[in-house]
């Protein structure tokens, strides 16, 4: 099973009600307020790459800067902006995250359906099967702004 806690076993009506969920979730004042926070978050990463399977990581001990999935980069910028350094923002990230699968506890942490977690960590770590970071966080990207509704004018 996946971090998103997807498997192939929901069709039929069950299919359709979790489509239902996640497309309330998005559309709804909570989940577009999410949408617009996290897509202000994946801009200001300065290196336009996401990880996956983890909200936060180092690949190695010479990597302090570490990386963040599409979630993890609203948590960084949410610490960093409350004043902490990059690098202590992704060690409390790495520590608080870690093994997190299912999407209920980011649900939780980010005030968010967990229909909308779990949707998104499908969307960052296998809607794309592809390996290079920076496609990644550009197909994370465009989506997250696809799902944004257009304000009135």
Known sequence: MSRSGYDDDCDGWDLIRWRGAVQSAIKGKRG?????ELRDALLALPEKSLCTDDVARRSSAADPDGQVCAIGALALKRKMDAGQSRVDAITV?????????????????????????????????????????PKRYAHVLAWVESQIAKEPK
């Open 32 to 36: 577009q307020a999410f949408l617009r």
């Open 93 to 133: 990230l790495i520590d608080e995250f870690r093994g997190v699968e299912g999407g209920e506890i980011l649900a939780e942490s980010f005030n968010i359906a967990g229909a909308l977690a779990k949707e998104l960590m499908f969307v960052n770590d296998e809607d794309l099967y592809e390996v290079d970071p």
